[in-house]
Every structure is written in C-alpha cells, then in structure tokens.
C-alpha cells in the first residue's frame, strides 16, 4: 500500500492520491463482534483497491448466523469526498444473499421487522459531488438509481422483481422520478415529491410535510400486496380481486410540533377496472385526517360501476375512556348502491352454510352511531327505493336499528329494533315490523327451518299490511332459525295469491275442476302467532277462487299440519257433481289457469260442511271434524 495515500487519509491537507498508483486491501476469514449486537461476524473476507483515484471494491463476504452477504462495487474519484472538491463522484454497488434471517439475527429486538429473505440482488448507483458528501446536513444533494432488485420473502410470499427506481435528493426536497417494479404478476409505475424531508432528522421536528405520489398499474393483483404471514385482511369477496388500468393520485401532509400531531391524506384521483367484481372504479375523492387517535373520513366519495357512494366516517383509535373524546360515527349516503354487483350476489338458490358465516358480533364493538341514506337500492336483484336507516353499536354488543325505512313499488315497509349479540353463539334480533300494501315479491325474507332455506314470498303473494312483532335467533349472517324463534302478525293481505301451497293442494279431490297451483283471493285478515316453529291460524273467512271457505288451524314449518275447514255444502255438492260428468284429473288443470274469486253473501245463510286435514301434503287424512279451540 502507497503510504501517501495512508497519510492523506490520516491527516487533512496532505495531498498524495494522485500520484498514488495502486492501493489493496486483502482480508481473509476474519471472525469480529460489533457493539451491542450479539451474533458474531464470521469468515470476512474482502478484496479492494484504490487505483488512480477510484475505489474498487472486487469482493466483500461474510455470515451472521445463517445468513450470508457478499457485496462488489466502484466509486469514481474516491478521494474528492475527502478533500471536499465540488467534482462529480459516482458509486455503483451491487450486493445479494442466498438467505437473510432477520429473525434469527434480531430476536432479542422487538422493535425490529422480522422476516426471511432469500434470492436477495439488487444493484444501486449514486451520483453527488465529492463537496456534497462531505458537508451535508441531512442528505448529500444528488440522484439515487436502483438498477435492478430481486427478493423474496418467507411471509410474503411472493417475488420482487424487475424494480428501476431514480431519485433526486435536493435542499430539502426529495423527488421520486421513476420507481417501477413488479411483485409476481403485479407491475406498477410510481412518481412522487417529498417536501420538507429534512425534519425527519431533527430531534424535535416541527412544521409540515408533503409527499404528492401518482401510482399507474397495468395489473393489480390484490393478493400479492395485501397478504401478509398468510393473512390477507380485505373482507373474502375481495382477497382475490384484481385491478386493470389502476390510476392513484394524491398527497399525503403530515404535522409535527415537537411530536407527530396530525396527518391529512387527500385522494385526488382513483379509477380501475375490477376483474372478479366487475365493476369500474371512477371519480374518488376525498379526505382522510388523523389526530389525537382520532380518525375522520370527509365527504370520501367515488363509484364503482353503477353505484355511487359519499362517506362521513369518525372513529376513536385510542382508548374510549379518554375524557372529551369525539363519538364514533358512520354516514353513508348514495343516489343508487347495487348491493349484489358490490358483493358478488350469485342469486337465491346458492346453498349457504350460515353458521359459517363472518361472525361480525365476535370482534369488539365500540360506541357508534351509523346511518344510511339511499335513494335506489338493490338488494337480491329487486331496487328499493328511500331507503333510509338510523342505528347505534355499544360495547356490549348490541345493534339498535331506531329507524330502518323503504319503498318498494307502491309499499312501505319501516322496522325498529336491535340486535343481542353479547353471546355471539345466540344472536337475538327483538324487531316490531310496519308494512303498508308492500309487495311480498319485493320483501325477499329468507329464514332457516331444520336445515333448509325458505323464502317467505315461495307459497304466499300478494300486498301486505300490518305489524309483525318478533323475537328471532339468529345465524351469524342474519338468517333467521325459525323453530327457535317466535312472532306475532297482526297482518292484512290484498290480491293475494298461494302459489304451490301443500295444505291446498292436499285437498285436489275436493276442487278437481279448479286451480289449486295458483289460489287468488281478495283480501285476508288476521292475527297469526309463530312460536317453537309453529304458525297457529285462528278462524277466518277466505274469499278464493276455490269459493268461499272458513280455515283454522296450525301448521309446523316442517309441512306438517292440522287444519280445520268449512266448505259451503252447495260447493262440495258443485265440485262432486263437475266430477261424475266432466271427468277431469288433476294432471289436466292448467297450472296458469286463473280461476274467479267466489265472494260470500253475508245476507244469505249458508250450510257447512266440517272437514279436518291432518299429516303432511305426502301423507294426510281428510275426515269429518271441527275445530274445538275456535
């Protein structure tokens, strides 16, 4: 080694480098300990040279545990960083590893990232003035490059690949001006602006930080940036969404008085095409603030194909026994919101394990109020309008629902009540329900019976008005379990109809020239009580298309069923007579056949025959009886 060049690296003012010729340092399978770091550096070995000025570093390895490092590199004009010359000084370095256990070298520090990385590469460039990398403040002014990078990681497993990035460091100013990349089959281009870095490195920092970012994407596969130890926190229909054509721009300000007080992130622009939900992402916009552990979404709006939405959102994320603290609250109102195209709907007749399902009263609730104003609204392919909700969480994991309104059609239906979900394996929902001449085509009420799905508006049409009070338990996705649950219905039915209804159609031998599928009748009053999984029917009069008929009764949701009936004496007599001389079957009704609505004549008296049906639709009897209890 040339000795000036040791002198002038000792001692300022000594010049000797340019007329040094060659300078090597050799070291082999040195083993050394760091300060305050436990694991021993093994097998160093380094090659390096100081040639006309310019550093050569041809090799530099060694182990930590059972990691491995190996770096290479140059920097042009080396000795201007030490003399301070306003001269152009280059660095390239290029550095990989077959594995890096960041786990294993930094267990005993809970502070640090834990993760193993493996195939790591990545080559850097630097370009600055040998005057700026001796006298900088913060951060020497120049451009940054990484030229090429490749890692995988252990909890993320996916790989990263093909990254280019070039950044300018200023006075105080940090500018991204290419940094594209890929992660497995995602890819993304990123541009943005620092301003104001250099109070990242005062002890107090004060003022305000800006950082602008414009992110492109041809491909966005949520999977690969949101699945982290194998756990990918988007709600399920959304873990595997992927995104085309992805526009994100936006600032981030944050706020510094000594201490971190507040950060602003405005979204100036978002759009995408979404491939599983296909749904185009247009117009979002908004602002999300954070303070004092308190967090606020204002007016976040945007659309994703035909819906639209706009957000209020405050949320506590400290304590919620700290004094003054602002109220949890979450407003949503939208022109149209299409539930099923948001939620992937894929239609009634999809088989659901519901004790399955996402059980929301099994993670900690917080005081909230919530609202939602929408004026279309899809829900299982039919659009209600108005729809108006008002509710309240607490701790204690109840839901109220103090206004839950809609149209449908010419109806209206309004619900007040809650949920009990303290013991999230008994969810309880205590409702008292208000309809008004709302169409039961459009009230698409599922509930479950011993395993099986029903819906409400299978057996019985028609508009409905009345009240329903009720006390149903039910599943985790809100379906209700109806044999354990009960109700009372104070119910009016007009221009009803009972398609396919079992207990009918059971008596086909009594009405073989009339339409038993399809029953129209006018309208049907009465007080019906659900309870342990039977509906009891107390005594009515039925102006049908089979005639006017008296029916009482009780049937399980299970079909079976004990109904008492008076049928006129003058339509029994009718029916036998139609069946002696016309012949007809009951496989030769036409099931659209519509069949006249037969009124009763209050002024005349009318002679009845008491008939009882007992068993199921399969497998019943029909004999003489009445009903005692009515």
């Known amino acids: 080694m040339d000795f000036n060049e040791l002198i002038d690296l000792e001692v300022p003012g000594v010049s000797g480098f340019e007329n ?5 340092l050799i070291v082999k399978n040195l083993n050394f300990s760091l300060p305050d770091f436990p694991h021993q ?24 545990l059972d990691s491995d490092f190996l770096f290479s590199g140059k920097v042009q004009n080396f000795p201007s960083i030490f003399h301070g010359e306003d001269l152009r000084v280059k660095a390239d370095l290029k550095a990989s590893s077959k594995q890096i256990d960041l786990e294993g070298m930094f267990s005993h520090d809970s502070t640090m990232w834990k993760d193993v990385i493996s195939d790591f590469e990545i080559k850097l460039a630097f370009e600055s003035t040998g005057k700026e990398l001796k006298d900088y403040v913060h951060l020497p002014k120049g451009e940054f490059f990484i030229d090429d990078f490749h890692a995988k990681l252990k909890n993320y497993p996916h790989a990263f690949h093909d990254f280019h990035a070039d950044v300018i460091i200023g006075d105080n100013d940090l500018a991204v001006i290419d ?22 490195f005062q002890d107090h920092p004060r003022g305000k930080s800006i950082f602008e970012f414009d992110l492109l994407s041809n491909h966005l596969a949520v999977s690969d940036l949101l699945t982290y130890a194998g756990e990918n926190y988007l709600p399920a229909d959304y873990q595997n969404e992927e ?98 195209a948001l939620m992937g709907f ?13 059980n929301i009263f099994e993670i900690p609730f ?36 103090d206004t839950l309104g809609l149209k449908a059609a010419d109806g209206t239906l309004g619900i007040k009540g809650y949920f009990n979900g303290s013991d999230p ?12 001449k709302l169409d039961l085509d459009k009230l698409l009420f599922k509930f479950e019976n011993f395993g099986q799905d029903y819906m409400v508006n299978e057996n019985l049409q028609g508009l409905v008005s009345g009240t329903i009070v009720s006390k149903f338990l039910v599943y985790p996705d809100l379906t209700p379990i109806i044999d354990r649950s009960e ?12 398609v396919n209804f079992g207990p009918l159609q059971a008596m086909s031998d009594y009405f073989k020239d009339r339409n038993l599928r399809n029953v129209r009748f006018d309208t049907l009053s009465n007080t019906f009580e659900l309870k342990e999984g039977i509906l009891n029917i107390p005594k009515m009069n039925i102006n049908s298309s089979l005639g006017f008929i008296e029916v009482s009764g009780k049937q399980s949701l299970d079909m079976k069923m004990e109904y008492f009936l008076r049928i006129p004496l003058g339509l029994v007599t009718q029916v036998g007579f139609r069946s002696l001389f016309e012949g007809k079957g009951r496989e030769e009704i036409d099931p659209e056949q519509e069949d006249s609505i037969v009124f009763r004549d209050q002024n005349r008296r009318v002679r009845f025959v008491n008939v009882t049906m007992r068993g199921t639709p399969d497998d019943y009897e029909v004999g003489l009886g009445r009903d005692r209890g009515n």
């Open 425 to 436: 394996n008994e969810i309880y929902f205590h409702s008292t329900l208000v309809a008004d």
């Open 179 to 200: 940094f594209t990349g890929e992660i497995d089959k995602t890819d993304f281009h990123f541009t943005g602006k620092l301003q104001n870095y250099s109070k990242w």
């Open 41 to 64: 550096v093994k097998n160093a070995n380094i090659t390096a040279a100081l040639e006309k000025g310019d550093l050569f570093l041809e090799k530099a390895a060694f182990g930590i």
């Open 20 to 24: 040094s010729i060659r300078s090597e």
């Open 243 to 340: 995104v085309d054509k992805l526009k994100l721009k936006g600032n981030l300000e944050l706020v510094f008085d000594s201490a971190f007080q507040s950060a602003d992130l405005w979204l100036t622009h978002l759009e995408g095409q979404m491939k599983i939900h296909p749904l185009k992402l247009e117009k979002f916009k908004g602002r999300i603030h954070y303070e004092k552990d308190y967090l606020t979404l204002e007016n976040f709006q945007g659309s994703m194909g035909i819906s639209d939405f706009e957000i209020q959102l405050g949320y506590a994320m400290g304590e919620e026994s700290e004094i003054n603290q602002p109220k949890n609250y979450f407003h949503l109102t939208s022109d149209r919101l299409d539930l099923d």
């Open 366 to 401: 917080t005081e909230l109020d919530f609202s939602a104003s929408i004026k279309k609204f899809n829900y299982h392919t039919f659009w209600l309008d108005d729809f108006l909700l008002k509710g309240r969480t607490n701790t204690n994991h109840y839901v109220y629902l």
């Open 487 to 498: 109700a009372k219905m104070d119910l009016t039915v007009y221009q009803g109809r009972l």
């Open 346 to 358: 894929d239609g009634l007749d999809k088989e659901n394990k519901h004790e399955d399902a996402f």
